[in-house]
């Protein structure tokens, strides 16, 4: 949101410098993201004077060039070059000097040097309008009046507005503070607290009582639905003449980024960006049957609106219509047969407030985001309607003329009364961490236009306008509080007090600790990402089962997350496009589902989720290049497993929409991990093309497994450990985990590890695989012999034979 300084020192009587105005505005939570100035002239007409040509020649090598001496107030003359076909002796011209910069109206900026054209010295230039950004003609230099007086700053003749312009990065809870007047209550309300007094106010100004005129047009109004328009005002304005607006207008309206379109629809704008309330002003001679009716739309009524769009309406969309039509998009956008025009001689001019979810849903069910549907959504002050169309009223008289045409309409059934609040001292000082002066609070809630009905021994009985949506409890009061006297203000406490309690209960957030630095230790990088997501990742089938957003911000954010895996998806195809290809990511975070079968419908539960792609160690002088794989990642799990004393599990394949392999840990019937290569569709949809593999921790089921009493310590034995091999020849079907569970039930004393350390597959065995595996024994007791290792061997190897028909290969 744009905020001028010169539009803000209107409002409230300050003397100070941007720079100070930027740090008030910050400490109270209204962030200041950038200061910029603004010029009315691009380059603010700087090293340009008003000049008086003095000379005039023809160039003697060229025919379409001039050679002048001009008067800019100096001691000599200044030798000018112009190639300008009217140019004339006598003249009253602007001069760019040597070293002006010129911002033309079309093109890059330029500067002008002393220099030679043909021959002759220039020593500046006599400027076109377009030249100098005041225009778009060309046909030759601007002539100035013959008043003008030589050696003057074109900026002084020109009357160059300078401002600066506040980015204030305003959060969704502060509607209040969506305007020009906003932000000068604030203001106001940290000087008055600095300065424990009421001493400064933010006033608007220009609002006058309207004086009826005679006149027989009269627009009726009603209101069908008082609940989703709770008061609707209006004026009828006739005899107007729709034209360029003044200077002062325009500069206000260009120094926060909105473009000028004519007196009528600028002082709208401005009266919105001034008192935080839209309004909207009709073409009353197309205001059919002279009657205004607030109605909800007809399902799949059609309208056509400002942006020559036509757009299919919904039954929730509320509707400004007359007799026949609709009009407008209510407190979003105008439709494209009801505006102002430049033949507009009588409009109707609009000032409601409306429900804001109401707005809300329009605006995100027809893509329109607008200034007026901003401010609506989050809530505008009902009380200011008719003070907003005065003023907006009294603007119009001003500069387009007409006359008011009747007495102006205010239909409010139903007051929206102020929220009540009992608000404690005691409390403040517990919440904030530091007792304030209760003068000083009292300042501030004052300052906030919250009014105190009456007070307590330790309390304040409170009435908040409806302009601050936000403070509906003593809590935000408190936080009112507590951002206008300055987070900064409240010192840190030199010591801290804590009682220390026994918990017997599994922690998952040490958990996710004791995970997350093993990772970390490992390469990995944490990454963090929203819950929502894009719901054109899952299949219908799979969206049955997903938390829709009833209001989504956007098509990207409309369901919940089901998986971790498209928010790491995302992360990587960020990365990868940024030449960051080998990456090791995990995530931590929570899932989210849906069973309506179930007495709680929706679940959530904890995740980890890790990625790996790419290359397994950077490029190095060994030539490690070696790439990150499906193995990569079960070594990583199994040990992070191992970490919780989870030693033991059943691991069993499964399929998914988004693997091409995945295999499960399971102990018992809880589900511990899942490890997985990410499927080319699945790639596809986040504009991925490298490999990347997948796993997800439960930490939920990983944490009531463990048990931190298990965990032991033994000393290292003193009886040395002996390792066999053995290259077996099997089935291709079969698979690594059948011959490891053969192993471990054969030999459960001796048998220490067992691990696969090389495959292969070829022409010379058929259609057979032979596995390398390894197999270290040890005995706790005593040393093993050879003859011990030897019958273990036969043991196991005859169990390869009938179990798995395996055979030894030579």
């Known amino acids: 949101m744009k905020i001028s300084y010169n539009w803000l020192k209107t409002l409230i009587n300050i003397d100070l410098t941007p720079e100070q105005v930027s740090e008030h505005l910050t400490s109270c939570g209204l ?14 007409l700087k090293g340009m004077v008003i000049g008086e040509v003095m000379e005039k020649e023809k160039h003697p090598d060229a025919d379409k060039l001039t050679l002048t001496k001009v008067n800019v107030g100096g001691a ?10 009217n140019v004339e002796a006598g003249q009253k011209v602007i001069v760019a000097t040597v070293g002006a910069k010129l911002y033309p109206s079309t093109g890059e900026p330029f500067e002008i040097k002393k220099s030679k054209i043909r021959g002759a010295v220039s020593e500046g230039m006599l400027c076109a309008e377009d030249e100098i950004g005041l225009g778009e003609s060309h046909a030759g230099i601007m002539v100035l009046d013959n008043n003008a007086v030589v050696g003057t700053p074109a900026a002084d003749y020109f009357k160059i507005t300078e401002d600066y312009t506040f980015e204030i990065g305003l959060t969704p809870n502060r509607g209040d503070a969506a305007s020009h007047y906003g932000v000068a209550v604030d203001l106001a309300a940290v000087l008055n607290c600095k300065e424990n007094a009421l001493n400064h106010k933010a006033e ?7 004086h009826e005129a005679s006149g027989n047009l009269k627009i009726d109004v009603s209101v069908e639905d008082a609940n989703l328009c709770p008061r609707y005002s209006g004026v009828t304005i006739n005899g107007v003449t729709v034209k360029d607006s003044p200077d002062w207008l325009k500069n206000s309206l260009k120094a926060i980024g909105v473009r000028p379109i004519n007196n009528i629809v600028d002082i709208t704008n401005f009266v919105l960006h001034e008192l935080g309330q839209p309004l909207h002003a009709f073409d009353a001679g197309k205001i059919k049957g002279n009657k205004v009716i607030v109605r909800n739309a007809k399902q799949d009524e059609t309208f056509v609106t400002l942006d020559g769009v036509e757009r299919k309406l919904v039954a929730d969309d509320l509707m400004i219509c007359d007799e026949k039509d609709a009009m407008c998009i209510a407190g979003v956008f105008g439709g494209a047969h009801s505006g102002v025009s430049n033949e507009t001689t009588a409009i109707f001019l609009e000032s409601a407030y409306f429900d804001p979810s109401s707005i809300r849903k329009s605006s995100k069910v027809h893509g329109l985001k607008t200034d007026a549907s901003f401010r609506f959504e989050r809530g505008t002050d009902p009380e200011i309607t008719m003070t907003a169309l005065n003023r907006a009223a009294n603007l119009i008289l001003e500069i387009a003329g007409g006359t008011v045409s009747g007495a102006a309409i205010d239909l409010y059934p139903t007051k929206l009364e102020p929220s009540k609040i009992a608000f404690s001292f005691s409390n403040s000082s517990r919440l904030i961490g530091k007792t304030i002066d209760q003068n000083i609070v009292k300042t501030i809630i004052q300052s906030l236009g919250i009014t105190i009905e009456h007070e307590g021994n330790d309390a304040l009985f409170l009435n908040v306008p409806k302009r601050k949506s936000d403070v509906t409890r003593e809590a935000d009061v408190i936080e009112e509080v507590m951002r206008v006297y300055g987070y900064n203000n409240v010192e840190v406490s030199e010591k ?8 017997n209960k599994k922690d998952v957030y040490k958990a996710e600790e004791i995970i997350a630095d093993f990772l970390t230790a490992n390469g990995f990088t944490e990454i963090m990402s929203t819950s929502l997501t894009k719901e054109s990742y899952f299949t219908e089938e799979e969206r049955k089962n997903m938390v829709h957003m009833l209001n989504p911000l956007s098509s990207d954010l409309a369901v ?16 990868v496009n940024r030449k960051n290809a080998d990456l090791k990511l995990y995530e931590i975070g929570r899932v989210y589902g849906k069973n309506e079968e179930k007495e709680f419908k929706y679940t959530e539960q904890k995740q980890i989720a890790l990625f790996v792609t790419g290359r397994r160690f950077q490029e190095n002088h060994a030539g490690q290049n070696t790439k990150s794989d499906f193995f990569t990642l079960k070594a990583l799990v199994e040990k992070t497993l191992e970490r919780f004393s989870i030693t033991t599990s059943t691991i069993t394949e499964t399929s998914s929409e988004q693997y091409d392999f995945a295999i499960e840990y399971h102990v018992g019937k809880k589900h511990v991990a899942t490890i997985a290569k990410v499927n080319k569709a699945s790639l596809k949809k986040c504009d991925v093309s490298q490999d990347v593999f997948t796993a997800t921790l439960f930490t939920e089921a990983i944490v009531s497994l463990y048990d931190p009493n298990k965990l032991t ?15 077996l020849l099997l089935d291709k079907s079969v698979k690594y985990e059948q011959v490891k569970d053969i192993a471990l039930k054969t030999e459960r004393k001796l048998l220490k590890e067992i691990n696969l350390f090389d495959v292969y597959e070829g022409e010379k065995i058929g259609n057979k695989k032979s596995y390398a595996v390894s197999f270290v024994f040890q005995d706790e007791q005593n040393t093993l012999t050879d003859k011990d290792i ?21």
């Open 31 to 44: 962030e200041v993201e950038s200061i910029e100035k603004f010029e009315s002239i691009a380059g603010g």
């Open 496 to 503: 801290t007090t804590f009682s220390v309690s026994y918990a």
């Open 560 to 575: 919940m997350r089901s998986t971790l895996l498209y928010s790491g998806l995302e992360a990587v195809a960020y990365n």
């Open 790 to 810: 030897t019958k273990t061997m036969d043991k196991l190897m005859k169990a390869y034979t009938e179990q798995l028909g395996a055979e030894l290969r030579g």
């Open 76 to 85: 000599e003359l200044l030798s000018i070059v112009c190639g300008a076909p």
């Open 204 to 210: 608007i100004v220009g609002i006058k009582d309207l």
């Open 713 to 727: 310590y033994k000393e290292v034995s003193k009886f040395p450990s002996v390792r066999r091999d053995l290259a």
